[in-house]
Each structure stands twice: as structure tokens, then as C-alpha cells.
């Protein structure tokens, strides 16, 4: 396994976020938001860097999450074994996820940051993002969720699925084949367990060059994004961004830490600081996959959580659990609600809340993964489907927010599982040195 990212990476990483925000903001003060020469550093420098740093985390997800689940699921042994944690993971990524969309509703309900937005307001929004939200609403033809949501699981075909991104199919896929290795002689499993931990290794080894360009490339994601953002935008939807990050931060720092506290019995900070790199990178990609390789190494190497659960438990969590989205699909929703004039009553609030954590457990892990669906949620309650139009300019920002907490979230989970499966505790954490050595897998 690959060494951890270290302390000084993830300074550096801090540092390009940094860097790139305030070369941004100052690129847009002086020039605009869409002045030739930002266009031309976006499209010739800015861009390819922070694409070719999201395209290598990218390329290895598939691979990685395949090869994790199938060795964790192995590791495990036998399938009630992993029947159970799989069910201990989900029921946290539930009850998390309703308590961070319940926080949501309670703070948009009271805030109200949807009253400020009048009439000519919102018509100009609307018109500018009108383009933006019919693409996005074309993408979002997935069909709703229904029994088939659950069928197609179940991959037709795994290569398929790899190459079309279908996370939850390679999941599936991965859990089956790693029960199978347990259910065929030892003897036999064995070649194919090397070949899948030498695998996984090189994978995560790529995962190291990766974070080695991460401060450039985090430099450069941030750089597009400022220094293109309407800041324009902030005066009219400043209320409703500062209660979707208000929002956010107080679940992170109030109700997760919390959680960390009492249920996976660690300090909030020490957790923090052994998992910075990963909401970091979270921040600057705003994909909850593309975060997967360093969440994986945060949770192994930062925190010392076997593999064989955090190969199992993150996986599943980067694409189900998905707390930072419940809150902004919740906030969202009413806010819009909102701005059209809908009175919601109390039962309409429960099925958002409901809906809320159901889209956020089916948002792909992937930047705006939420958008579509959230347009799903707002048509229910008589908003039109164009009026996510009125976010969309300001999305982004929030994307990086709310991917930060989900991932946050993820390696909680994991945590937790881990402790309550008595492998892991808090105590692992505090000197790295005399962690103990990662079990072995199989
Ligand atoms: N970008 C988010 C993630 O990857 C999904 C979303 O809320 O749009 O976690």
C-alpha cells in the first residue's frame, strides 16, 4: 500500500485552494466575470490542468471500487458477516442523511431566505440560467425511482457498467464476486485475491501520483471557478447560499461531531485532522468518486480503519451516503417553494425531507450529480422544473460545500462500522506509529 499523503501534501493542496481562490476573486474584480484573457488562462492553462488532476482520480475509480469491495468482501469471509455490516453501514448513512435534511428544513423554515427574492429577480434569473437548466433537465430522463432503481443494481453486464460509470452496478458486482472467492477452495481463490490486492496497490499507487499534482490542479479548479462566479449573484441569493452553508457547517461541526463523539467515540478534531486531505479534495473537486481514492487513503492510512471495512463501507458511502446533498436538496426545495409562493403545510415538509434524503442516496457522486434530481423534487410540489434555474448560477460554489460534507459523512461511516465491529477504535489514531498494522484481508 501506498504511503499516506502526508501532512505537507495537504498544506500544499490548502495552499493551491487558496491561491487559486484569491487569483480568481482578483481576476474577476479587475476584469469580469467573462473577460477575454480569464477565457483564454481558463481555456489554455487553467482548465487542462484541473482536468488532467480530475481525469487520473477519475480513471482509477472503477478499478479501485471493484478491487476494494471484492477484497473487503472476502476479507470478511462469510456473507452474513458482510450482510450485517453492510446493513450497519446503510442504517448510519440513513439516519445521518435524515439528520443532516431535517437540519436543512429547520433552518430554511425559519430563515425564510426565499421571501427576498421578488419578482424582477427572479425573471431576470430565470431567463439567464434557462439554457443551463434544460440541459440539466435533460439529463435527468433516468426514469424516476421506482422498483426498477433497485432491479438495475443488479448489472447485466459489469463491463458495461465500468465503462458507463454505474457505481452501484460495479458495487454489486464486486460484493458477488468477493463472496464467491470465499465460497470456492482457498487454494483456488488464492491467484485471484493476489491479482486483486496487487491491483488494488497499483491503483492506489496511481491514487499518489494523482495528489502529487493535486495542488496544481486544485489551484486551477478553483481559479475557473471564481474567476468565472456572477458575483453579481450574491446579493440576490446570498440569503439562501449563507443557509444552505450555514446549514451545511452546522452539521459538520455540530451534529456529525456529535455523532464522532458519541457513537464512534473519537475526538472531532483529531478525526478532522487525519481526514483533511479528502475534504479538501472533496472541496476542490466536487465529486464525491473522484474524492474516493483519497478518501479511502485518508480513512486506511490517516485513521487506521482496516481495509477490508473501509475497501467495503467508503465505496457504498461515496455514492449512497450523501449528507451535504440531503441538506441542499431540502434547502433548495423549500427556498424555491418559496420564491413561487407555495405554502408548503406539514406533511408537504416530511415528504421533502423524505425526498430529500432519497435523491440523496440516488445523486451520482459526480459535480451537480444532484441537480436533476432536485428538479424532480421541485416539480412534485408545483414549482417549474426550469425554476432550479434561479440556483444554478451559484451551484457550483455550493457543490464544492456540500461534496466536502458528504464525503466528511462517508468516512464517518466508516469509522463507525469499524468500531462497532471491534476493529478499529479511536485510540489506533493517536500516535500512527503504533497503529496497528492494517489486518490483513483475506
Ligand atoms: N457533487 C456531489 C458529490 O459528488 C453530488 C451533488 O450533490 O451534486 O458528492
Known sequence: MAKSLGGKLHTKILAGLLLGAALGILANTLLGGHHPFTEWVNHYVAGPLGQVFLRMLFMIVMPLVFASIALGVAGLGDLRRVGRIGGKAVGYFLATTFLAAATGLFFVGVLRPGDAIDAPVKAELMATYAGDASAKLASASGGGFGVHTFVNIVTRNPVKSAVEGDMLGIIFFGIVFGAALTLIPAARAKPMLDLLQSLNDAVIAIVGMAMR????????????????????????????????????????????????????????????????????????????????????????????????????????????????????????????????????????????????????????????????????????????????????????????????????????ATAFVARSEGLWNASMVQDPRQAVPAPERA
Not at 326 to 350: K, P, R, Y
Request: charged share 10%; net charge neutral.
Open 213 to 412: 499534482l493535486a495542488p496544481y490542479g486544485v489551484t486551477a479548479l478553483i481559479f475557473g471557478v471564481t474567476s468565472r462566479f456572477g458575483f453579481a449573484l450574491l446579493l440576490p441569493l446570498g440569503g439562501y447560499m449563507l443557509v444552505v452553508l450555514g446549514a451545511l457547517l452546522f452539521h459538520a461541526v455540530v451534529n456529525l461531531s456529535l455523532v464522532l463523539r458519541l457513537l464512534v467515540g473519537i475526538s472531532p478534531a483529531l478525526f478532522f485532522a487525519r481526514v483533511r486531505s479528502a475534504v479538501v479534495t472533496a472541496f476542490s473537486t466536487s465529486s464525491s468518486s473522484a474524492t474516493l481514492p483519497t478518501a479511502l487513503d485518508a480513512a486506511e492510512q490517516g485513521l487506521g480503519v482496516p481495509p477490508k471495512i473501509a475497501g467495503f463501507v467508503l465505496p457504498l458511502g461515496s455514492t449512497m451516503c450523501m449528507n451535504g446533498t440531503s441538506i441542499f436538496e431540502g434547502v433548495t426545495a423549500i427556498f424555491l417553494c418559496q420564491v413561487f409562493g407555495i405554502d408548503l403545510n406539514l406533511v408537504q415538509m416530511t415528504v421533502i425531507v423524505v425526498m430529500s434524503v432519497i435523491t440523496a442516496i440516488g445523486a451520482a457522486g459526480v459535480p451537480g450529480g444532484s441537480i436533476p434530481l432536485l428538479a424532480g423534487i421541485v416539480a412534485m410540489f408545483g414549482v417549474p422544473a426550469e425554476g432550479i434555474a434561479i440556483i444554478l448560477g451559484v451551484d457550483r460554489l455550493l457543490d464544492m460545500s456540500r461534496t466536502a460534507v458528504n464525503v466528511y459523512g462517508d468516512i464517518s
